[in-house]
């Protein structure tokens, strides 16, 4: 490999080529996959200046990947029996709760009527 090229700057640079691919196979490719990987790509082959900007802002575009890639895992391990809503405002109402019990509320309860 050149010295442009270092593995560290292509380790960088794969995975939003790969995740441009991976959407393009799904048929769910954005302009933006496209986009963000040629940005990536020229900031790797272009001077030190640009390479450091690269390293800067590599972070920022991983959490964007990783955000965008969520959408594979919407919803999994959700069904209505594992949401506990009533739990957490029952456990709400035993620590926070304003009142005597049978006719305790909670702060936001009260907030809300006054």
Known sequence: MTKRWSALTLAAVVPFWC????CALRGQ???DHVAIATVVTVLAVGNAVTR?????????????LFYDAMKLVKNVGLTESNVHLCDLRNAELTWFGL??????????DWFQAH
């Open 29 to 31: 490719l954005r302009w």
């Open 99 to 108: 009142g005597d019990a049978p006719s305790r509320i909670t702060l936001h």
């Open 19 to 22: 995740w441009a691919i991976f």
């Open 52 to 64: 450091r900007l690269l390293w800067a802002l590599l972070p920022v575009a991983l959490v964007g």
